[in-house]
């Protein structure tokens, strides 16, 4: 929900990444989020899908409904779940009717409390847009640290199984086909932001630990890059990451783009077990993106990093390629739903 920095912007806060500061967990931001759906429509266009889709998002593209979940972050619960961002986020002005804030305000209100919320954790629907498995594992699997019934990839299937004509599993409460699709044209894009399926854990030092043997320390958390800061304390890897250049936003889909997206290989089995079985490859980014980095002692609640020259560069080529997945898998998926 974040206004979208240029690319120049960010070479320029580059050598200042890192301030420690809450998940956030707004994978891409809008534009990431857009360029996802604007590639499903892409590909969708003419087919079953996409008239299925116009008929239940009243003619919205995915381009625009995949915004939605995090535009729901502005319905307040601490003030009677008010919705307090109106006109804050030019990307919200379409679902910002009296009818829209209606919809966003129900959907929090069922899922604001009906996870196993910790003291201190945010509202339960914000925890749908991440999990924190550590960078040592290669798979998603049941017992990981960081890995939980409301996490992205849990919330991911049960929007699919939703749309299939099923109940959503608990702790999902989702009113109707409408909503499990602005959700999921969300969620599979924040699946494929690698910081929002992989972690890296440090102890006190500095030096990674793997929360799975070592036992796990909620000290050693990095909450998904946010605990990642340089000196000055200005950025952090998380938003960096979640920042998407102006090369990869949906006015740039052509031809080229759309062939690799056509390339990606369809998921084998069934729809609802496709998103675990994605989360590989997002874990598999995730370690390359925390490779390159070094790390000093803690400080109060983060630690300073510091990032080669050419991590730019190569986070812009990884966010490229994530952002063509999730935009074919999304087709794929509602392909699948709809054939």
Not at 155 to 178: E, H
Not at 225 to 252: C, I, K, S
Not at 266 to 281: E, I, L, M, Y
Not at 326 to 335: D, H, M
Request: with cysteine; charged share 25%; hydrophobic share 40%.
């Amino acid at each position: 929900m974040r206004k979208p920095r240029t690319a120049r912007v960010l070479r320029q806060l580059l050598p200042l990444l890192f301030c420690g500061v809450t998940h956030l967990a707004q994978a891409w931001g809008p534009v990431g989020h857009e360029s996802v759906g604007a590639i499903a429509d892409r590909l969708l266009a003419g087919s079953r899908a996409s008239h299925e889709i116009a008929a239940l998002l009243d003619g919205w593209p995915l381009a625009q409904a995949a915004v939605w979940a995090d535009c729901a972050k502005g319905v307040d619960p601490a003030k009677d779940y008010s919705y307090t961002a109106r006109g804050r986020f030019a990307e919200c002005a379409p679902f910002e009717t009296d009818a829209g804030i209606t919809e966003m305000v129900d959907f929090v209100r069922r899922n604001d409390d009906n996870c196993a919320r910790k003291p201190g954790e945010e509202s339960c629907h914000k925890q749908y847009h991440y999990a924190d498995v550590a960078i040592q594992r290669r798979s998603y699997a049941a017992g990981h640290v960081g890995r939980r019934d409301d996490d992205v990839v849990a919330a991911s299937a049960a929007m699919i199984r939703v749309l299939q004509g099923r109940t959503a599993p608990a702790p999902f409460v989702i009113r109707d086909k409408r909503e499990a699709l602005l959700l999921l044209a969300h969620y599979l894009g924040d699946l494929h932001q690698p910081l929002h399926v992989g972690a890296i854990y440090l102890d006190a030092a500095g030096h990674p630990v793997d929360p799975d043997t070592a036992g796990f320390d909620p000290d050693s958390a990095t909450r998904g890059g946010n605990q990642l800061v340089l000196p000055e304390g200005r950025g952090n890897l998380h938003h960096l990451w979640d920042d998407v250049a102006e090369a990869d936003d949906a006015a740039h889909i052509d031809a080229a783009w759309l062939k690799q997206a056509r390339r990606v290989a369809r998921t084998r089995g069934a729809p609802a077990d496709w998103p675990a079985a994605w989360t590989g490859g997002s874990l598999s980014a995730a370690r390359a993106a925390f490779a390159d980095l070094s790390f000093a002692a803690k400080q109060g609640a983060s630690w300073r990093a510091a990032a080669p020259e050419d991590y730019e560069h190569k986070l812009r080529r990884t966010q490229h390629r994530q952002l063509t997945l999730a935009g074919a898998r999304l087709a794929q998926t509602l392909r699948a739903v709809w054939p």
